[in-house]
């Protein structure tokens, strides 16, 4: 059974910095792509951020380039999300995503059938 399991959301002033995380279990972590969308109230989901560990590609949208950072530890089946440079726009649940697919792009809420239960990031302004 696929889980994923987010942690490290919080409370943080505009500027700061947090580090979600994602553990993964119940496949082979370098036959997914793993990522992360988030959910503000009254929104749309939005793609955020993906990695795929068989040909390292990434993807980030374009409200989050370069101030958020993909990365994943193999050894530990774990992605994290490092944010940095925080705005009150980047608030909202979190959600850790996993399906199989060969190489990272945007794809939409729909194309990914594993969630995890999601972390909320709150950036005050």
């Known amino acids: 059974e696929v889980q994923l399991v987010e942690s490290g959301g919080g409370l943080v002033q505009a500027g700061g910095s947090l580090r979600l995380s994602c553990a993964a279990s119940?496949?082979?972590?370098?036959?997914?792509?793993i990522g992360w969308f988030r959910q503000a109230p009254g929104k749309e989901r939005e793609g955020v951020s993906c990695?795929?560990?068989?040909?390292?590609?990434?993807y980030y949208a374009d409200s989050v380039k370069g101030r958020f950072t993909i990365s994943s530890d193999n050894a530990k089946n774990t992605v994290y999300l490092e944010m940095n440079s925080l705005k009150p726009e980047d608030t909202a649940v979190y959600y850790c995503?996993?399906?199989?697919?060969?190489?990272?792009?945007?794809?939409?809420?729909?194309?990914?059938?594993?969630w995890g239960q999601g972390t909320q990031v709150t950036v005050s302004s």
């Open positions: 990695i795929s560990s068989s040909d390292g590609s990434t």
């Open positions: 995503v996993a399906d199989r697919y060969n190489g990272c792009y945007y794809r939409a809420s729909y194309e990914y059938d594993h």
């Open positions: 119940g496949f082979t972590f370098d036959d997914y792509v």
